[in-house]
Each structure stands twice: as C-alpha cells, then as structure tokens.
Nanobody, 124 residues
Framework: QVQLVESGGGLVQAGDSLRLSCAGR??????MGWFRQAPGKEREFVAG????????AYAGSVEGRFTISRDNAKDTVDLQMNNLKPENTAIYFC???????????????????WGQGTQVTVSS
C-alpha cells in the first residue's frame, strides 16, 4: 500500500502562486499526477509526470502556468501553480500509478493510489 500525503493548499487571490507537494514512497510507482475536482464537477487531470521525468503532460487550461516536477530521491512530486485564476478553485489530489506512461496517464482510472486532497481557493 502506498500512502500519499499532500500539502500546500490554501486561499489566495487571483494572480498569486501556490506550490503543492506530495510525498509517497513505493518502488512500484512509475507515473505520478495531479488531478482536481471542483464542486459539482468530475475529477479532472491537471498534470502528470513519468518516473524518469521524460514524459510530462498538462491539461490545456493550465499549460504555461503550472509546472509539475518530481524528485525521485525524496519521493516527492510538486505542482507549482502560477497566475492562479478563480476557476482553478478545487480540491487537488495527488495520484500514483504502477503503470508505464501511456495516453491513459491522463485518466483517473489509470491511477492506483490517491492522496486525501488539498483545497485550493482562488478569490477574484
């Protein structure tokens, strides 16, 4: 079993930045991702990164503003979020997958482990 622990959420104003961090250790983890879920909406992909860092993907709405990074030595994956917008308000979840990087790495059901989520609220 892999336990993922997220940190870094909070309340910010539009245009501000936040950095989310997720810690989790398991030799079987290949892909890690960040997802988010806004009230009344389905959980959606935000960003993902393969173990080697050779594959990285972003949702179109965050590309250029968010950056995902991974430190395999520390077993952490971070999400740097810049120029936040009110529509970025959601619970952000860290996820880990035993699967290799594929097109399915953007899908929630490709992930085996999930964190408890951290709230990000962006005021206008």
């Amino acid at each position: 079993q892999v336990q993922l622990v997220e940190s870094g959420g909070g309340l910010v104003q539009a245009g501000d930045s936040l950095r989310l961090s997720c810690a989790g250790r398991a030799r079987s983890i290949y892909t890690m991702g960040w997802f988010r879920q806004a009230p009344g909406k389905e959980r959606e992909f935000v960003a993902g990164i393969y173990k080697s860092g050779g594959y990285i993907a972003y949702a179109g709405s965050v590309e250029g503003r968010f950056t995902i990074s991974r430190d395999n030595a520390k077993d952490t994956v971070d999400l740097q979020m810049n120029n936040l917008k009110p529509e970025n308000t959601a619970i952000y979840f860290c996820a880990a997958s035993n699967n290799l990087w594929t097109r399915r790495s953007r899908l929630t059901d490709d992930y085996d482990y999930w964190g408890q989520g951290t709230q990000v609220t962006v005021s206008s």
